[in-house]
């Protein structure tokens, strides 16, 4: 039974399906969509895709890229000897932004949580272990996940997958609020966190 | 810290509701299914966020309304501060301070400390292990906001864990071994705070009981534990880790992680004997109402005097016990006490700021002594 014609009802069930938009909000922005003029869906249709079909992960450090690699991977100026490794792609724009970390990166996709059904297969953890095989260069990995009992958890993963080299595995420190989410740490928590790192 | 007033919206049975108490004493009288229990209700709801009752959140809200709000003045030796909750159905909380919105609603805890009494704290005896285990985090937690991090770390790892557990393909050692790691961590810390507390509480809790029985009582608080505790955090870690190793077979076939502070219990005896097993009710209802006494001096211990509420338990107490405790409440923080009868407050009655509840509305009947 439906109260909206049938396209439009389709435009609130696709908005519904996006994190943090209930029905209600569905249908605020279906209809503030709907009073634009048709240069704004044509071209929010056009990023939406174009976004999708253009960015893939980085194939070295599963950042978000354009091409084979990302810019971070591509630029000569980086320190190749140090690797910090994230949850998400948002957390290396949280750590840019500090402007003092000049190292490399790694995203995992995530963290290790049986409850969302993630264990280690299914994060970038078998790469890790080959950029660590792949060049020796690497003098430190930074972990940098999220101070939560999984942050933790997937730290401890790496840290006993990466024993068999001879890099130093170091953790941020608990500067962020426990639980906290280092995309929302401003930068000079981040900063401290980043220079309190400790020996895993 | 005492709260100079409370001010409910749309909460229960309040439309709205706002009170001036007392800064000593303040006692409810009503008849059944008035709402007296509802503004003790709101003042845990304060201090903790959620509600003493088990049922779904969404009852706080008054019937045919969409949210709710509390808000009370809060005033201690530092000046005072406002705060509020407000409760929106399918929205959740919010949290202010001085009308200003916070971010995290463990902001508040802490803040107002408080302990309640009410007839169901038999179950604290009688009933099972969980209530228990609820009474003592309760205690530690309040004295010390850093154990409510270690608790929820562990619950989450626990949850965590039994996920694992309920997953059907093959079990990746390299997994578990990191799962049992952040478990055996975050209990072992867990372990060490109840350990300590149980010992202090046995202390007091005996004085409190032979105060209230008037006899010489011996009463032993006997932490029981899964995995005991080690001396050290490490030691009772490795420990922790050799009984999961142990338990490793019936886990995986029950799914279920079954060590841990999670299974622990405190045992009561009183002069030798189990009371859960041997005692009178007379002697449980005693020994639980000592155990929330002796919740009430260790918080004071620490910071400022909790506040205490006292939802229906006067009426139950012989005209002795009623003397204990109106010269024990003395020396206590502000308190709240709620009851059918004038006739049980008798003693109270000369310093109480008295309200008569009625249907969702509350008068003023006596102002109560201005002494403080
Ligand atoms: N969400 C709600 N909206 C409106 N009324 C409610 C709501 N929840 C509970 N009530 C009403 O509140 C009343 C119960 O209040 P409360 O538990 O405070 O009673 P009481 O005065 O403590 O009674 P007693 O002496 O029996 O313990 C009942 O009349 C109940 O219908
Ligand atoms: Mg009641
Ligand atoms: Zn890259």
């Known amino acids: 039974m439906s109260e909206y014609p049938a396209s439009f009802e389709r435009l609130i069930f696709e908005l519904e399906k996006l994190p ?18 048709v240069e704004f869906s044509t071209s929010l249709a056009q990023a939406l895709v174009e976004a999708k079909s253009k960015i893939h ?4 450090c599963f950042n978000l890229s354009e091409g084979a ?4 991977c591509q630029s000569s100026r980086r320190d190749t000897s140090l690797l910090l490794v994230v949850e998400d792609p948002s957390d290396i724009v949280a750590f840019e932004r500090t402007h003092e970390y000049q190292g490399l990166y790694h995203v995992l996709g995530g963290v290790l949580s049986p409850l969302e059904g993630k264990g280690p297969q299914d994060l970038t953890l ?3 272990v080959q950029r660590l095989q792949n060049n020796s260069q690497w003098k430190e990995v930074i972990v940098a996940t999220n101070p939560t009992v999984e942050g933790d958890s997937t730290a401890f993963y790496i840290q006993q997958q990466l024993k068999p080299f001879p890099v130093k595995v170091t953790r941020i420190a608990r500067g962020l609020p426990s639980g906290g989410d280092v995309d929302y740490a401003d930068e000079s ?6 220079e309190g790192r400790q020996t895993l | 810290m005492h709260v100079q ?7 229960r049975n309040y439309d709205t509701l706002e009170i001036l108490f007392h800064p000593r004493m303040n006692l409810f009288l009503g008849n059944n299914a008035q709402g007296k229990t509802n503004i003790l209700e709101a003042l845990y709801c304060l201090s903790t966020t959620r509600s003493f009752r088990m049922v779904s959140e969404d009852e706080l809200i008054q019937f045919d309304q969409t949210a709710m709000r509390l808000e009370a003045q809060l005033m201690d030796d530092h000046g005072s501060e406002r705060v509020a909750l407000e409760f929106k159905k399918g929205f959740g909380k919010t949290l202010y301070f001085e009308e200003k919105k916070q971010k995290r609603l463990s902001l508040i805890l802490g803040k107002i400390p408080m302990v309640i009494f009410s007839p169901d704290d038999l179950y604290l005896v009688k009933g099972g292990p969980g209530l228990r285990r609820k009474y003592l985090d309760a205690v530690l937690w309040q004295r010390d906001l850093s154990y409510l991090a270690d608790l929820q770390q562990y619950e989450r790892v626990l949850k965590q864990r039994n996920a694992l557990l309920k997953k059907k393909e093959t079990f990746l050692e390299k997994e578990w071994q990191v799962w049992n790691r952040t478990l055996s961590q975050a209990g072992s810390r867990v372990i060490q705070r109840r350990q300590e507390v149980v010992q202090h509480l046995e202390r007091i809790a005996e004085h409190a009981l032979s105060e209230l029985t008037g006899n010489q009582e011996q009463l032993t608080l006997r932490y029981l534990a899964s995995i005991s505790w080690n001396g050290s955090i490490d030691q009772t870690q490795q420990l922790f880790l050799e009984k999961l190793t142990q338990a490793q077979k019936e886990e995986r076939m029950r799914q279920i992680t079954l060590v841990g502070p999670h299974r622990d219990d405190v045992e009561l005896i009183l002069n030798g004997k189990s009371i859960k097993h041997f005692g009178s009710q007379g002697q449980q209802r005693t020994v639980a109402l000592a155990l929330k006494l002796a919740q009430l001096t260790l918080l004071g211990e620490q910071r ?9 338990v006067m009426a139950e107490l012989d005209e002795q016990r009623q003397a204990f405790f109106l010269a024990h409440l003395q020396k206590q923080g502000q308190t709240f006490l709620t009851g059918t009868s004038k006739q049980d407050f008798k003693k109270f009655l000369g310093d109480a700021r008295v309200f008569k509840v009625d249907a969702g509305r509350v008068a003023l009947e006596n102002e109560g002594s201005n002494k403080n």
């Open chain 1, 20 to 37: 943090g938009i209930g029905p209600r909000s569905a249908i605020r922005l279906a209809f503030y969509i709907l009073k634009k003029p």
């Open chain 1, 57 to 60: 992960p980085c194939r070295n």
């Open chain 1, 126 to 128: 078998n790469a890790l």
């Open chain 2, 304 to 312: 400022s005097h909790p506040l205490v509420l006292f939802d229906d």
């Open chain 1, 69 to 72: 690699l990302c810019t971070i």
């Open chain 1, 189 to 194: 928590t981040l900063l401290k966190s980043l």
């Open chain 2, 5 to 11: 007033w409370l001010r409910c919206t749309h909460f």
